[in-house]
């Protein structure tokens, strides 16, 4: 995929850009700053998601499908934001200030695999229970799911205190607008407009008006408005409530 370096109409940022926004409504914002408005799709859709899946009836293979399209849908984007951090955020970092670094970075990567693996687990479960809507596998997975949301809560609480301070001091602009690309590369692009409102629904607007600067004005304004629209279609159907 071609990399533009700033977010655009068809590729809004799924990882921060690096040039402030420069749009007069924007409060003035780091690159890093972005990456809890990310972590909002992420606390809130594991939050919920054990008990979605829990309310799954009995052999409703209708609400299943429903409910494991969901689940697959923000694992896979977990999944992607870790594999983007684990290249292209902690290397630079680990190699540019390694003793300020090293403790930290030990930690987001045990805390990486652990939520890997809980991961890695629950994507093997989701297929079966797609197929069965059965009782056994609907509560083994709502566990893990409750599991996984416990340690990755602690993972992004770590991540946004210990973290993100160093890596706004040390990555450059360049690595910045790398992992924003990666970013938006990685997310398949039917998705990329519900991705975007997963963010925005509880994100900061600071952060979302930052992460469009780079757009036209007319993206600018669509944008956020076709994230919205998917994001309600989205929760109406998985959770009941545009408001989830
Ligand atoms: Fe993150």
């Given amino acids: 995929m071609p990399t533009p370096a700033r977010p655009t109409a068809a590729t809004p940022a799924a990882t921060p850009a690096a040039t402030p926004a420069a749009t007069p409504e924007a409060a003035p914002i780091t690159p890093s700053a972005v990456m809890p408005t990310l972590h909002t799709f992420f606390r809130r859709e594991l939050r919920l998601a054990g008990g979605v899946v829990r309310r799954v009836p009995a052999g409703d293979r209708a609400r299943a499908a429903v409910v494991v399209d969901h689940v697959e849908f923000v694992l896979r ?105 990666a970013g938006r590369a990685g997310t398949p692009p039917r998705e990329m407009t519900l991705t975007f409102g997963m963010y925005q629904h509880d994100g900061d607007p600071a952060a979302i008006a930052y992460m469009l600067s780079e757009a036209p004005a007319p993206v600018r304004w669509l944008v956020p408005r076709l994230a919205r629209r998917a994001f309600r279609r989205h929760a109406l159907r998985v959770h009941g409530t545009a408001t989830p």
Avoid: C, K, Y
Avoid at 132 to 150: F, K, P, Q, T, Y
């Fill in 77 to 181: 984007a977990l999944h992607h934001h870790h594999t983007v951090e684990d290249d292209l955020l902690w290397p630079p970092l680990a190699a540019r200030v390694p003793d300020e670094l090293a403790p930290v970075v030990e930690l987001m990567q045990a805390q990486h695999e652990t939520v890997d693996h809980l991961v890695g687990e629950l994507s093997s479960l989701l297929p079966a229970f797609r197929r069965s809507a059965g009782e056994a596998d609907r509560n083994r997975i709502a566990d893990l799911l409750d599991l996984l949301h416990g340690h990755l809560v602690e993972h992004l609480d770590d991540e946004e205190a210990r973290l993100l301070p160093i890596a706004d001091e040390h990555l450059t602009d360049a690595e910045w607008d790398a992992l924003a690309e």
